[in-house]
């Protein structure tokens, strides 16, 4: 891609003077740019856009030369804060490894803010709970359901707030039932149920005060599974 133009390529482009309520949506942008002055944006908003933000998956993982942003205010970010109504919330925000290419929120004027503790900082009250994760684990590129045997589960699960008001959303892209505390964008989806797998002890039986070791094996992993690797007899 060569586009010399502000966010050339846009997953949400939000203009006029509209008032939005953007709940559950996924964007996923990938591809690799070749320009220099190239920039892309998952969501694209104006000046006179007010927008009511609230458990999004917006991941801008687009490579090669120029700005990647998750959000474009193509104003400042004093008017994206004024804009920005207080009950936007839990939003999965990522533009590839911060730094001055790769930004949460990119502005005009008033300063991008490269990072998730930038993005909440600035807007101190709202957002709060907005988040970011590297590597959304997403079926493929282009099937943005979420991957249930993938080990990255647990930093995505249950990250939503339900949506009550002023409409209440029960499911999903799918027609599947909206959970207590949702999971973010269009996919609503359960953890699967844990495998033990099977322990094998390296001396059995075992004298009392000895020290074992315990092989695990067709178990599930992830980060929030703990493996016992040895174990003393008593």
């Known amino acids: 891609v060569s586009q010399s133009r502000y966010d ?13 309520k953007l709940y559950y949506n ?7 740019a070749t320009n220099a002055s190239f920039e892309c944006a998952t969501l694209h908003t104006t000046t006179s856009v007010s927008l009511d933000s609230r458990n999004n998956i917006l991941s801008n993982n687009y490579g090669g030369t120029g ?6 205010c193509t104003t400042s970010d004093a008017t994206y804060n004024t804009n920005l109504n207080a009950a ?18 990119r502005v005009n004027t008033g300063g991008d803010k490269q990072t998730i503790a930038n993005y909440t900082s600035y807007l101190s009250t709202k957002e709060t709970a907005a988040f970011t994760l590297a590597s959304v684990p997403f079926v493929s590129a282009t099937d943005l359901h979420i991957d249930v045997n993938s080990a990255a589960l647990c930093g995505l699960h249950n990250k939503g707030v339900s949506v009550t008001t002023p409409l209440a959303i029960s499911d999903d892209i799918d027609g599947n039932v909206r959970g207590t505390t949702p999971d973010v964008g269009a996919d609503e989806w359960n953890l699967p149920n844990p495998v033990a797998g099977t322990a094998t002890a390296s001396a059995n039986p075992s004298c009392a005060g000895s020290s074992i070791s315990i092989d695990l094996s067709g178990h599930s992993t992830g980060a929030d599974f703990t493996t016992i690797g040895s174990a003393i007899v008593t």
């Open 8 to 20: 050339a390529v846009r997953g949400i482009s939000l203009e006029g003077t509209n008032v939005v």
């Open 26 to 32: 996924t964007v996923n942008l990938t591809g690799t």
């Open 67 to 72: 700005k990647k942003a998750a959000i474009y």
């Open 88 to 105: 936007s919330n839990n939003n999965l925000l990522y533009a590839g490894t911060p730094g001055a290419s790769n930004v949460i929120l």
